[in-house]
């Protein structure tokens, strides 16, 4: 029952904020609400439910509740946008989640690293046998899977968050990556403690590839589109200031060409 109730306690910690400015935001995706509320539900069936229910008597069930928190509760939670919505709501960005230190440890490569480190230390160590009969110990784990597993997504999936340098298709090469280290833990998980347990932890890995890398595509497609648009707009500014923008310049420019050579002129970019 004390379990029950923590659960319920963060659960709703997570879920009310969130649910009272989607509700208040207008234009906000409804879908985007369901899938946070759908995460927060299964947050709390790992941490409350069957996984945590069973986990004395079957270790595997413990690492169902570790693998589903860690892969696919980190995922939901990062594609409902809750940072994109809270900065929605206050009308300005939130300062600290651009940090350098947080810009760092959300690097991809470097939280799906350290989320891989602590998935593999949990099983080598005496902290998921000490999880499966001590709560507090169980509540710590969950947790520090939640926070892992939302690090490891959150720059893949919130192009607001990243800096302008990395593109979409830089993205798509990262969350590559990212699904590969994603499923070392299991593999080392299955060579050095239980091949079971390892291969619970390998096979949940697998169903957020490809819906992560369909959202990066989608989001590829749109930045292209927004990019066109912003061309667009500076060649009808220029055309009705009365310039032209229908010759390139490189023919507008003089060439330089004094020699008489009579050999074409190769168009440049200014500083080269």
């Known amino acids: 029952m004390k379990l ?4 319920s306690g963060l659960v ?7 649910l009272w400015h989607a509700l208040r935001l207008p234009g906000w995706a409804h879908w985007r609400t369901a899938v946070y509320l759908a995460s927060c539900a299964l947050l709390w069936w790992c941490l409350a439910g069957t996984p945590a229910l069973l986990r004395l008597t079957d270790g595997s069930w413990g690492v169902v509740g570790v693998a589903l928190t860690d892969v696919l509760v980190g995922f939901g939670l990062v594609v409902a946008a809750p940072i994109r919505l809270w900065e929605e709501a206050r009308g300005r960005r939130v300062a ?24 593999v230390v949990a099983f080598n160590s005496s902290w998921f046998a000490r999880s ?8 710590a784990l969950i947790g520090a899977c939640l926070l892992g597993g939302f690090l490891a997504n959150l720059q893949l999936l919130s192009p607001d968050l990243v800096p302008g340098w990395m593109t979409p298709g830089l993205r798509m090469a990262l969350s590559l990556l990212d ?7 299991g593999i ?5 403690v239980n091949q079971v347990w390892g291969g ?23 930045h292209d589109r927004n990019v066109a648009r912003e061309v667009d707009s500076a060649l009808d500014s220029i055309e009705a200031a009365g310039g032209s923008s229908s010759t390139p310049w490189w023919i507008t420019e003089p060439s330089g060409d004094e020699s008489g050579s009579g050999e074409p002129w190769a168009p440049h970019r200014p500083g080269d």
Do not use: C, H, K
């Open 4 to 7: 029950e109730l923590l659960a």
């Open 12 to 18: 709703l910690v997570l879920a009310a904020p969130y």
């Open 96 to 119: 600290w989640i651009r940090n350098p230190l947080i810009q760092m440890l959300g690097f991809p490569l470097v939280s799906a690293t350290l989320n891989g480190v602590l998935i």
């Open 132 to 139: 499966r009969s001590v709560d507090s110990s169980w509540i």
């Open 179 to 185: 699904g590969l280290l994603d499923e070392l833990p």
């Open 188 to 192: 080392i998980v299955m060579v050095t």
């Open 200 to 222: 619970i932890l390998w096979v949940a890995a697998q169903p957020v590839v490809v819906p992560m890398i369909i959202l990066i595509i989608i989001d590829w497609i749109r």
